[in-house]
C-alpha cells in the first residue's frame, strides 16, 4: 500500500481525487454549459435572420396587394362619374386598369342584375391579359356563369367593403394561382349597386419564396387561411394539399400543431422531427393583410455544425488537462499536508483535557500555525463569551418588557369591549387581533353615529414596531375623517393622500372601510386592496355563502390622487358579514401548506353569535397549523345584522307641497301621531318643533324658486320606537353633515344657519339620512318610554 501511487486511504488522495473530480465537474459544465450558449445563439441568430427573411416578403406582398388595392379605388371614381355615360366607356375603363398596372391580369365592373334594363339581367365588362400580352375584353355574366352569386361578388356586398378571394387556380389560360380583390360601390343610400375586381397572379410567390433559402438543405413555403399550400418546392402540393393533409401522410402530430398555430396567425420557431431533414426548425409568421402564413424550415444538423465540431474539441483538451493536473496535485497536496498529522495529535490532547490545556507548539508559519493561535483565542474568548451571554439575558427581558407595554398600548388603540352596544338589539360586534410578534401591524375599529355603523379592517404592510406605529396613525386618521365624512370613498382617499406624503419607507395599508345603515341596512363600502369580506345570509333559512364584490383599488399609502371607487349593496336582516386580514388565508402549517379560503369558507359558522364565528374560526385556524410558528398578524372582525322584527303599531302617511301655509297640516298630524303613541304635551311639543323644522327646511330649500313639489311624510311606530321618514325629490342636501353649532358664541359672532338642525338633533334621538332613487330621505327617531 506505502508504494502505491493513489491510496484511497490518504487523506492527500482523497482530498487529490475530490479536486480532480469537483474540476472535472466544472470543466465539463462548463464546457456544456457554453455549449448550450453558443448553441442558443446561433439558434437567436438564425430565428432573427429568418424573421428579417420573413418580414421583408410579407412588406414585398403588401406592397404588391396596396397597389392593386389603390389602383382599384383610383378608378372607382372615375367609374362613378360614368355611370350613366356610354357603357362603352366601363369596357374602356376595364382596359384602362389593365394598360397601368402589370401587375393585374384581369378586371371586371361587375353591376347589379338589371343595372341596366337595356342590358338585361347581367352587365359585367371584364377585361384581361392574354398569354401573348394582348388585352381581351368581354361581358362577363351568362347564364352559365351567374357573377351575382359567387363569393367575390356577394361577400364585398356584404361587408361593404373591399375583400381579397382565397387564392384559385385559374386554368382559362393555363393554370394560374390567383387571386381576386374586390371592392364595393356604394350610392348615396349606402346601397351597393357593383363590384370592381382585379385579378393578381401569385406565381412570383413561389420565386420569392426560394429566394429566402440560406442552406443546402432549408425550403420555404405558404399557406392560405384554411392551411392549402400556396408555395412549396413540391410544385403539385400547390392549391391542391393542405399541411393537415400532409401531416396525416406522414404521422406527423408536430406538424399538424404547426400547422394549426400558422393558421391561426401565430409568429414563432418551433422544432420537430421533418422526415426529409430529421431534426428540424421551422421558423413561421403572418402576412396579416392576406391572413396567410410564411414559413422558413432549416436542419438542425446544419444549424450546429460548427457548435458540434468546436465541442469535441473541447472534450479532448479537458481530458488531457485532467490527466495533467492529477499528477501535479497528487504530489503537491501529500506535501502540504504532512504537518496536519503532527497537529492532530497535539489536539487530541486537549479534546481529552479541559479548556486550559496547554497545546503543543507549531513551529511552521503557515496556515497550521494560525490554527494553533485560532485554538488558544477559542479558550480566552469562551470565558468571556459566558459573562457576556449574562448581560444579553438581561437585556433581552427589558426588551421584551418594553415591547409588551407596547403591545398593551396597541391594544388599548382598538375595540375592547364586547358587546360594545348591548343596549341595542339590531347588531351584534365582535372582533379579534392575534399580532406574530410583540405588536403587529393589523387593526380594525368601527363606532355607530346617526344610526349607521362606520367599520374598518387592514392590514399594514411588514410586521413589529413600524408596522404598529402606521396602524396607529391608519386608525387615528379613521376615527378623525370619517366622524365628518360618511362616503367610504372619500375617507379612503383623504387617508391615502395623507399617508402618501414624506412615505420614505414606502409602507401601505390595504384597508376595508364599510358604512352600514342599520335602519334600512343599506351597505356602502370601499376597498383598499384588502380580502373580500365574507357575507353569510342566514334570512328565511336561507344557508349561503359569498364573498362581497370588491373593485381592484390600490391600498393606501402608494399613490396620493388615487381615485377610490366606492360600492354599494343591501344587507338583509339575518346576514353576517365576516372580515378578516390575509394572515388568516395564509396561515401556514409544518408543512407549509396554506389554510386557504376554502378551509376559512368551511370554518365560518352559521351562527348570530359574532363571538362564537370567530373562536370557531381561530379553533380551526390552531388546529390545522399545530406547532408551526405564527409567520403573519392575524384579525378578525364580525358582523351579524339581526334587525329584529318589532310589531308595528301602526303607520300614518301625509302627503304635502313646498307651501308653508300646510304647516298647520303637519301640526295637526303630528299631534294625532303623538296622541296615538302616548306622548305627553311636552314631548308632543318637542315633535311638532323638530318636524316642523325638518319639513319647512325642505319647504324652503328643496325646490328651485316658483316650483311646486312634493313631500311625502311617514309616521310609524312598534314596540321601541317612533319614528318619522321625510321624503323629497329636491335638491341632494345631507343635514346630518352641517358642522355643530358652537352655542357658546354669540348671536353677532356664530354664523348664519345651521341652528334648525342642531335644534332637531338635540330633540330627536337619531337622525338618519339617505339619498336613494334621487330622493332625499330624512328619517328621525324617538324612543318609547314605559308610560307609553
Same mark, same amino acid.
Given at each position: ?5 493513489w491510496?484511497?486511504r490518504?487523506?492527500?488522495? #482523497?482530498l487529490?481525487?475530490?479536486v480532480?473530480l %469537483?474540476?472535472?465537474i466544472i ?6 454549459v457554453?455549449n448550450?450558449?453558443? !448553441?442558443d445563439?446561433?439558434l437567436r ?7 428579417s ?7 414585398h406582398?403588401?406592397?404588391?396587394? &396596396?397597389?392593386?388595392?389603390?389602383? @382599384? ?6 367609374i362613378k362619374k360614368?355611370?350613366n355615360?356610354p357603357?362603352?366607356e366601363?369596357? #374602356?375603363?376595364?382596359r384602362?386598369m389593365l394598360?397601368?398596372?402589370?401587375m393585374i391580369v384581369?378586371?371586371?365592373i361587375?353591376?347589379?342584375p338589371?343595372y341596366?334594363?337595356?342590358e338585361? !339581367? ?6 384581361y391579359r392574354a398569354e ?9 355574366g351568362?347564364?352559365t ?11 364585398p356586398?356584404q361587408l361593404k367593403?373591399g375583400?381579397?378571394?382565397?387564392p ?6 393555363g393554370?394560374? %394561382?390567383?387571386t381576386?380583390y374586390s371592392?364595393p360601390?356604394?350610392d348615396n343610400e349606402?346601397?351597393v ?12 410567390l413561389s420565386?420569392m419564396m426560394?429566394s429566402?433559402?440560406y ?11 384554411d392551411? %392549402? ?5 413540391? =410544385? ?7 399541411i ?11 406538424l399538424?400543431q ?5 393558421v391561426?396567425?401565430?409568429?414563432d420557431m418551433?422544432r ?6 430529421? +431534426?428540424?426548425f421551422i421558423f413561421?409568421?403572418?402576412v396579416i393583410r392576406?391572413?396567410?402564413s410564411?414559413a422558413?424550415v432549416c436542419?438542425?444538423?446544419?444549424f450546429? $455544425?460548427?457548435?458540434?465540431q468546436?465541442g &469535441?474539441?473541447?472534450?479532448?483538451i479537458?481530458l ?11 504530489a ?10 503532527? *497537529?492532530t495529535?497535539?489536539?487530541?490532547e486537549?479534546a481529552?483535557?479541559n479548556?486550559?490545556a ?5 513551529k511552521s ?8 493561535n485560532?485554538f488558544r ?7 468571556f463569551q459566558?459573562?457576556e451571554?449574562? +448581560?444579553v439575558?438581561e ?6 418588557r418594553?415591547?409588551q407595554?407596547a403591545s398593551?398600548?396597541?391594544k388599548?388603540?382598538l375595540? =375592547?369591549i364586547f ?7 339590531d ?5 379579534q387581533? /392575534?399580532p406574530?410578534?410583540?405588536?403587529g401591524?393589523?387593526?380594525?375599529d *368601527? ?6 355603523l362606520f367599520?374598518c379592517?387592514?392590514d ?9 406605529l402606521?396602524?396607529?396613525?391608519a386608525?387615528s386618521?379613521f !376615527?378623525?375623517l370619517?366622524? $365628518?365624512?360618511p362616503?367610504?370613498?372619500?375617507i379612503?382617499t ?7 406624503e ?6 401601505f395599508?390595504?384597508?376595508?372601510i364599510?358604512v352600514?345603515?342599520?335602519p334600512?341596512?343599506?351597505? #356602502?363600502?370601499?376597498?383598499a386592496?384588502?380580502?373580500?369580506p365574507?357575507l ?5 333559512n336561507l344557508?349561503?355563502?359569498v ?12 399613490m396620493?390622487?388615487w381615485?377610490?371607487?366606492q360600492?354599494?349593496t343591501?344587507?338583509v336582516?339575518g346576514?353576517?358579514i ?6 388568516l ?5 409544518i408543512e407549509?401548506?396554506?389554510f386557504g379560503?376554502?378551509?376559512m369558507?368551511?370554518?365560518v359558522?352559521?351562527?348570530f353569535?359574532?363571538?362564537e364565528?370567530?373562536?370557531?374560526v381561530?379553533?380551526a385556524? +390552531?388546529?390545522? /397549523? ?8 392575524l384579525?378578525m372582525l364580525?358582523?351579524?345584522y339581526? =334587525?329584529p322584527?318589532?310589531?308595528q303599531r301602526?303607520? +300614518?302617511e301625509?302627503?304635502l307641497t313646498n307651501?308653508?301655509?300646510?304647516v ?6 303630528v299631534?294625532? @301621531? ?5 306622548f305627553?304635551?311636552a314631548t /308632543? ?7 316642523e323644522e ?6 324652503n ?9 312634493d &313631500?311625502?311624510?311617514?309616521a310609524a ?12 325629490s329636491?335638491?341632494?342636501?345631507d343635514?346630518?353633515?352641517?358642522k355643530?353649532?358652537?352655542t357658546t358664541l354669540s348671536?353677532?359672532?356664530?354664523p348664519?344657519?345651521?341652528l334648525?338642525i342642531h335644534?332637531?338633533?338635540q ?8 339619498? !336613494? ?9 324617538? =324612543?318609547l318610554?314605559?308610560?307609553?
Amino acid at each position: 500500500m506505502k508504494h502505491r501511487f493513489w491510496n484511497l486511504r490518504s487523506f492527500a488522495s #482523497r482530498l487529490s481525487l475530490w479536486v480532480i473530480l %469537483t474540476v472535472a465537474i466544472i470543466l465539463v459544465a462548463t464546457a456544456a454549459v457554453a455549449n448550450l450558449f453558443v !448553441r442558443d445563439g446561433i439558434l437567436r441568430e438564425e430565428q432573427l435572420r429568418a424573421t428579417s427573411a420573413l418580414e421583408n416578403a410579407e412588406e414585398h406582398i403588401n406592397k404588391v396587394f &396596396i397597389a392593386v388595392e389603390t389602383a @382599384v379605388k383610383n378608378h372607382t371614381n372615375e367609374i362613378k362619374k360614368n355611370v350613366n355615360a356610354p357603357h362603352e366607356e366601363m369596357y #374602356r375603363i376595364t382596359r384602362e386598369m389593365l394598360e397601368t398596372n402589370p401587375m393585374i391580369v384581369g378586371s371586371a365592373i361587375a353591376f347589379e342584375p338589371n343595372y341596366y334594363p337595356e342590358e338585361g !339581367r347581367y352587365f359585367s365588362p371584364y377585361s384581361y391579359r392574354a398569354e401573348n400580352g394582348e388585352i381581351i375584353s368581354k361581358q362577363l355574366g351568362t347564364a352559365t356563369y351567374d357573377y351575382p352569386t359567387m363569393e367575390w361578388f356577394q361577400t364585398p356586398k356584404q361587408l361593404k367593403k373591399g375583400h381579397w378571394s382565397e387564392p384559385y387556380c385559374d386554368t382559362g389560360g393555363g393554370e394560374i %394561382t390567383m387571386t381576386t380583390y374586390s371592392y364595393p360601390l356604394i350610392d348615396n343610400e349606402g346601397n351597393v349597386y357593383a363590384i370592381v375586381t382585379a385579378d393578381v397572379s401569385l406565381d412570383w410567390l413561389s420565386q420569392m419564396m426560394d429566394s429566402l433559402k440560406y442552406y443546402d438543405q432549408s425550403y420555404c413555403f405558404i399557406l392560405s387561411r384554411d392551411g %392549402t399550400y400556396l408555395a412549396h418546392p413540391i =410544385k403539385k402540393t400547390v392549391l391542391s394539399e393542405t399541411i393537415f393533409d400532409a401531416a396525416k401522410k406522414l404521422k406527423s402530430d408536430d406538424l399538424a400543431q404547426i400547422g394549426h398555430e400558422m393558421v391561426e396567425g401565430k409568429n414563432d420557431m418551433k422544432r420537430f422531427r421533418s422526415p426529409h431533414l430529421g +431534426q428540424s426548425f421551422i421558423f413561421y409568421k403572418p402576412v396579416i393583410r392576406t391572413g396567410w402564413s410564411m414559413a422558413i424550415v432549416c436542419s438542425a444538423e446544419e444549424f450546429f $455544425h460548427n457548435a458540434t465540431q468546436a465541442g &469535441i474539441i473541447v472534450a479532448v483538451i479537458i481530458l488531457i488537462m485532467l490527466i495533467l493536473l492529477a499528477i501535479i496535485l497528487r504530489a503537491g497536496v501529500r506535501r502540504l499536508t504532512k504537518p496536519l498529522v503532527q *497537529f492532530t495529535n497535539a489536539v487530541n490532547e486537549v479534546a481529552y483535557g479541559n479548556l486550559d490545556a496547554e497545546l503543543p507548539k507549531i513551529k511552521s508559519k503557515d496556515e497550521m500555525l494560525r490554527l494553533y493561535n485560532s485554538f488558544r483565542k477559542m479558550q480566552k474568548s469562551l470565558t468571556f463569551q459566558m459573562d457576556e451571554l449574562k +448581560q444579553v439575558n438581561e437585556q433581552k427581558g427589558r426588551i421584551e418588557r418594553e415591547l409588551q407595554i407596547a403591545s398593551n398600548i396597541q391594544k388599548s388603540m382598538l375595540p =375592547k369591549i364586547f358587546p360594545p352596544y348591548p343596549e341595542r338589539d339590531d347588531i351584534d360586534i365582535y372582533g379579534q387581533q /392575534t399580532p406574530a410578534k410583540a405588536v403587529g401591524g393589523d387593526l380594525f375599529d *368601527f363606532y355607530i353615529r346617526d344610526e349607521k355603523l362606520f367599520f374598518c379592517i387592514g392590514d399594514v404592510s411588514g410586521k413589529g414596531i413600524p408596522a404598529s406605529l402606521v396602524m396607529a396613525v391608519a386608525r387615528s386618521l379613521f !376615527r378623525t375623517l370619517s366622524m $365628518h365624512e360618511p362616503h367610504p370613498d372619500r375617507i379612503i382617499t383623504q387617508m391615502n393622500d395623507r399617508m402618501s406624503e414624506d412615505n420614505e419607507l414606502n409602507m401601505f395599508v390595504t384597508l376595508f372601510i364599510g358604512v352600514l345603515d342599520l335602519p334600512t341596512g343599506r351597505l #356602502r363600502y370601499c376597498n383598499a386592496g384588502h380580502n373580500a369580506p365574507l357575507l353569510l345570509n342566514q334570512a328565511d333559512n336561507l344557508k349561503q355563502k359569498v364573498f362581497l364584490p370588491c373593485d381592484s383599488n390600490l391600498p393606501i399609502g402608494i399613490m396620493g390622487g388615487w381615485k377610490f371607487t366606492q360600492q354599494e349593496t343591501n344587507i338583509v336582516p339575518g346576514t353576517t358579514i365576516f372580515l378578516y386580514t390575509d394572515g388568516l388565508t395564509e396561515a401556514e402549517n409544518i408543512e407549509h401548506e396554506l389554510f386557504g379560503e376554502e378551509r376559512m369558507i368551511n370554518a365560518v359558522p352559521f351562527a348570530f353569535d359574532s363571538k362564537e364565528i370567530i373562536d370557531s374560526v381561530t379553533e380551526a385556524v +390552531q388546529a390545522f /397549523t399545530g406547532d408551526a410558528e405564527q409567520s403573519d398578524d392575524l384579525t378578525m372582525l364580525t358582523i351579524c345584522y339581526i =334587525k329584529p322584527d318589532h310589531h308595528q303599531r301602526f303607520q +300614518q302617511e301625509l302627503m304635502l307641497t313646498n307651501d308653508v301655509d300646510q304647516v298647520p297640516q303637519l301640526n295637526e298630524f303630528v299631534d294625532t @301621531v303623538c296622541e296615538a303613541v302616548g306622548f305627553d304635551m311636552a314631548t /308632543t311639543m318637542q315633535m311638532n318643533l323638530a318636524m316642523e323644522e325638518a319639513v319647512v327646511n325642505v319647504m324652503n330649500y328643496a325646490y328651485p324658486q316658483g316650483t311646486t313639489g312634493d &313631500i311625502h311624510i311617514v309616521a310609524a311606530a312598534n314596540d321601541k320606537r317612533l319614528k318619522f321618514v321625510i321624503s323629497d325629490s329636491g335638491m341632494p342636501f345631507d343635514p346630518t353633515m352641517r358642522k355643530e353649532v358652537d352655542t357658546t358664541l354669540s348671536a353677532e359672532e356664530r354664523p348664519i344657519g345651521g341652528l334648525g338642525i342642531h335644534l332637531i338633533t338635540q330633540l330627536m334621538d337619531s337622525i338618519n339620512y339617505e339619498r !336613494r332613487e334621487s330622493r332625499n330621505i330624512l328619517t328621525l327617531r324617538k =324612543k318609547l318610554t314605559s308610560d307609553n
